[in-house]
Structure formats: structure tokens, C-alpha cells
């Protein structure tokens, strides 16, 4: 057995999208903050559930660079994206 | 593309993007102006969407701007929701059941993004069994009532809505029926409470009225909320009826037994000649439907004579009972001394002689044979049930 993790947006999330940055709230505190530029990027490919590879894929394109040297940033991103509750890790075991 | 001529011609155009094909150019010596109008008009939403997809070119700086303001504007409608699903969660907790009506349920369920629909305030639908509760409720929650009910039972009788505000300014409006005046009075909260649906939120199933509902709320308030339709409300009247979900027959069947047809066929009227939007063929049979003399003069108090006390009178003409009719005039003439404190603590004008000319100014009319019940005589109060 082998298992793949995706990464998806939290449902707790409020958000929305202004040009290329997003602005993101949560519903049980005050406050609203801005994503990085990165971060809303990653956040709008996370439409739909994505694993870290498949999320590197679409940011090459977005950003014009290679996945060598984007996997690294995207590996803290999403450590972060997670650790502030926006983004939520799924381990399916196939 | 779009010949635009002027700021309005520019608005309305902005406000039916996407509904159509054709650039929008807006000169740019009107450009400042029409920001000023996108802002007022909270059309921010739709702006970004046309700039995003062309339709509106704008040059880098005007982009930018657009952005900025657009970005100060969905900030808002986020501490809206947050505070929102506050609420939610307490009136939850005490069993009390709250539809959300028109801003979140609009654009979390009819617009594509909910980024196109700002909105600046509440409105939070109660049945009125709940509506003491749910006004404690928001109490304890940090807001304050702006005016107290004219007199004790009022809300209940013939109120529509009254607005909390808490310490940020965050306004919400609790209602218990949909509009003010005589259509509020004729429609059927209830019936509309067991048409609902929800939309997903913040981890939270909240709950909206459904689509046909949503429908008729749009409908109302962009026909109703102000003399003349606000681009917005028509927008969410146009997003509304292209929804696939729309129950046209139970529409029609509301609209015809609730006496609603002028302001429906108004509504739709509107937004087909300000959005240049055709509307689904249901709407327009429902608008052809020939009015009744006391749909008209209903009408009217919203539109023409809403100024001078309009809805008050149209409220008491379409009460049922003389005893009813007479206890709405006296609460509004002789409300208690705590509302006159309140009305006189944000500035406007509070005696009981200015209240009662009101009242004396329709007698005093009829008397003269000016032209029935439904004629209206200037005077200060006469917001109909929001007093």
C-alpha cells in the first residue's frame, strides 16, 4: 500500500480573490490578511485538491521558472499554508 | 463596442457586463467620476470582472486604482461574514432559525464569483415568534437597536425590519418580512421561511431563502428600497432570474396572491431597460399581468409619493380592520417618549405636534375630497412600519 497526500483549501476559510492576491479571514477571530503573491497563487490552484508535485507544475507556468527551483519554496509554502489552518492535507491510501 | 456618452451611461453599462458582449470605453476625463460611481454604487465587483476580461480596458494607473478600492470593498464584505457566522453560531445555539437575505446569499449563490456582489451591511430574515429572541440576541451580542418600536407590540403588527449597529458600525437589519409598507404586509414570511435552502460558508451551512425566494427578495428590493432602482439590486435581480432553479409557476402564484404585480413587473421593467437585459419569458408573462387599482396605488407610495409620507399611508390603507388602522396611526403619531428620546439623540426633528400633522394632514386632505385614501400629505414622519 502506498498513499498520496493532496493539499486542498480549508471549507472554514472565508476569501476572496482581488486581482492576483487573495484576501483571506477567519470566521471564528477578527481580522483580514492578504496572501502573498505566491500564496494566492497557490491558493487559486488549490481549486481543487492538488498533490505538492501537481501544485509545483502549476506554479512553473505561472511563474515562468523551473520546478527545480520552485519545489523548495512550495514544500514552506504549503508547511505554512497548513500551519495557519487555510490549507488542509488529505492522505488517501491506495 | 459600446458608445458611452456619460457618467450614468458608463454605470449602467459596468452594471450589465458580462450580461453582454461589447467593449465598454470609459473616456478618461470621466474616469475619476465613474470610480466615484463604481464605489457608491458598490459596482467595484463587476468593474474588476469586465477589466479582468477585457471588456472594460483600462490603462495600468486606472487599473490599479480600481483594484485598490476593489480590494477596501471585499475587505468589508469579509468582516461582514465574519461576524456573520458569529451569529450565525449564537442564534444557532438558542434555537432560533435566521435566513440570510440578499448581500452573502446573493453572491455566495447567483454571481460566478462572489467577488462581483459587495455588500456593506445585513439583513437577517426571523419568523415573528422569533423575533423577540432574535433581537435579544443580537443584544447580547454587542449590538444596539438604532430606534426603539414606536410602541410595545409594534414590530410584531406592521413592522418590516429594524436596524442593530454594533461598535464597528456594522449594520444589520433584522426583519421579519421583506419590504416596508403595504407589499411587506401582503407577502407571507411564512410561507417564504418554508421555501429555503442553504449555501456553504465558513464551515457552516447557512441558510438563505431558495431560488425562487431569493427571486422574489431581489425583485422587491430593487423595485421597492428606493424611488428610483439602484444598479446593483438590478443586477441581482437579472443573476437571480437566470438561475435554472427558479420555480416560475409558484412565483407567479406568490406574486398574483400576494398582490405583488406592480412591484414585480416594476422590478423587471427596470432591469430589462437599465441593464438592456432580456429576461426569461416567465417574467415577462408575470409582468403583463394587468393591476389591480390597489397594486397602483401602492405602487405609487413607493415611487412618487415616497418622500411625503407615502408608504405610512399606503401601510394603513392596506391594514386590515379599522381598529388595526386606527392602532398604526396612533403608535406612529404618539410613539412612546423613549423613541422620541432616540429619534431626538441622532438629530431629526422629534415633537408630537410634528408627529400628529401627519395623521391631521390626511384627514385634512380627504376632507377637502383631494382624492381618496391613498392621496398623501406632506409631513415629517411616515417610513411606514421602519417609523
Redesign the interface.
Known amino acids: 500500500m502506498s498513499s498520496i497526500v493532496t493539499f486542498g483549501r480549508?471549507?472554514?476559510?472565508?476569501?476572496?480573490?482581488?486581482?492576483t492576491?487573495v484576501?483571506?479571514?477567519?470566521?471564528?477571530?477578527?481580522g483580514?490578511s492578504?496572501l502573498s503573491a505566491p500564496a494566492s497563487a497557490a491558493w487559486m490552484s488549490l481549486e481543487r485538491p492538488r498533490t505538492r508535485d501537481q501544485l509545483v507544475d502549476e506554479l512553473v507556468g505561472t511563474f515562468g521558472v523551473t520546478a527545480d527551483e520552485i519545489a523548495g519554496h512550495v514544500e514552506r509554502l504549503l508547511d505554512q499554508l497548513v500551519e495557519r489552518g487555510l490549507v488542509v492535507p488529505v492522505i488517501a491510501v491506495e | 463596442m459600446s458608445d458611452t456618452g456619460d457618467v450614468a451611461t458608463d454605470l449602467r453599462l459596468i452594471a450589465s457586463a458580462g450580461l453582454h458582449d461589447g467593449t465598454i470605453r470609459v473616456a478618461s476625463e470621466r474616469w475619476g467620476r465613474v470610480l466615484w460611481g463604481l464605489k457608491s454604487n458598490r459596482l467595484t465587483g463587476l468593474a474588476v470582472a469586465a477589466y479582468e476580461t477585457g471588456q472594460l480596458p483600462l490603462d495600468a494607473p486606472q487599473g490599479d486604482v480600481l483594484l485598490q478600492h476593489h480590494r477596501s470593498v471585499m475587505a468589508d464584505a469579509l468582516r461582514i461574514e465574519q461576524r456573520m457566522l458569529q451569529l450565525h453560531d449564537a442564534f444557532a445555539t438558542r434555537g432560533i432559525r435566521v435566513i440570510v437575505l440578499k448581500g452573502p446569499s446573493v453572491a455566495h449563490t447567483v454571481y460566478p464569483d462572489p467577488a462581483m456582489r459587495p455588500f456593506g451591511d445585513l439583513d437577517l430574515l426571523v419568523s415573528t415568534t422569533d423575533w423577540r429572541a432574535a433581537c435579544r440576541t443580537l443584544r447580547d451580542y454587542g449590538f444596539t437597536r438604532d430606534l426603539p418600536e414606536p410602541r410595545r407590540g409594534f414590530d410584531e403588527r406592521f413592522g418590516k425590519a429594524a436596524t442593530h449597529s454594533d461598535e464597528s458600525g456594522l449594520q444589520i437589519d433584522l426583519h421579519r418580512t421583506l419590504v416596508v409598507g403595504p407589499f411587506g404586509l401582503w407577502l407571507d414570511p411564512n410561507e417564504l421561511l418554508r421555501h429555503t435552502d442553504t449555501f456553504a460558508l465558513g464551515g457552516r451551512s447557512v441558510a438563505r431563502l431558495d431560488a425562487t425566494g431569493l427571486l422574489l427578495n431581489a425583485v422587491l428590493h430593487a423595485g421597492l428600497g428606493t424611488s428610483s432602482p439602484l444598479l446593483l439590486p438590478l443586477r441581482d435581480v437579472a443573476e437571480a432570474a437566470r438561475s435554472p432553479e427558479v420555480d416560475w409557476d409558484r412565483l407567479a402564484a406568490w406574486t398574483k396572491r400576494w398582490n405583488l404585480s406592480a412591484a414585480v413587473g416594476h422590478a423587471f421593467a427596470s432591469t430589462t431597460r437599465e441593464l438592456s437585459f432580456e429576461l426569461p419569458m416567465p417574467a415577462r408573462e408575470i409582468s403583463s399581468v394587468k393591476l389591480r387599482p390597489s397594486e397602483r396605488r401602492a405602487m405609487r407610495a413607493y415611487t412618487d409619493r415616497r418622500r411625503n409620507g407615502g408608504v405610512a399611508l399606503a401601510t394603513m390603507a392596506a391594514i386590515p380592520g379599522l381598529r388595526a388602522k386606527a392602532t398604526y396611526v396612533f403608535d406612529l403619531a404618539m410613539p412612546s417618549r423613549e423613541f422620541m428620546h432616540a429619534r431626538a439623540a441622532r438629530g431629526t426633528h422629534a415633537s408630537y405636534v410634528s408627529r400628529l400633522r401627519v395623521p391631521a394632514g390626511w384627514i385634512a386632505r380627504r376632507s377637502r375630497g383631494a382624492g381618496g385614501g391613498d392621496r398623501v400629505v406632506g409631513g415629517r414622519g411616515g417610513r411606514g412600519g421602519d417609523a
Open positions: 480549508s471549507q472554514r476559510v472565508l476569501w476572496r480573490r482581488v486581482g492576491e484576501l483571506v479571514a477567519d470566521p471564528d477571530a477578527s483580514i492578504g
